[in-house]
């Protein structure tokens, strides 16, 4: 069980990592990048907002996805 913690813990760090680096990744992008589905990497996300982590979205055909440098005080 702590493994499988220590696993998403590690995903979620490379997820936030790249998402501040990025001006914008897609599902799919951080879906191929991170070795996940996609569902997956929506929960993810919503992990992050949970965290208090400012993710935006893109408006348009395909939402991007991105995180300021910035934490939300919560």
């Known amino acids: ?5 220590q696993g ?7 997820m936030l990592t790249r ?8 599902v799919a992008e951080l879906s191929h990048e991170l070795g996940t589905s996609k569902r997956n990497v929506q929960r ?3 992990d992050l907002r949970t965290f208090n ?3 935006e979205v ?3 055909q ?3 996805y991105s ?3 910035q934490r939300q005080a919560g």
């Open 8 to 14: 998403k813990f590690q995903v979620l760090l490379r």
């Open 44 to 46: 993810y996300l919503e």
């Open 53 to 55: 982590y400012p993710v």
């Open 1 to 5: 069980m702590a493994e499988d913690k």
């Open 19 to 26: 998402l501040q680096a990025s001006s914008g990744m897609t």
């Open 58 to 60: 893109s408006e348009g």
């Open 67 to 69: 995180v300021t440098n």
């Open 62 to 64: 395909t939402p991007r």
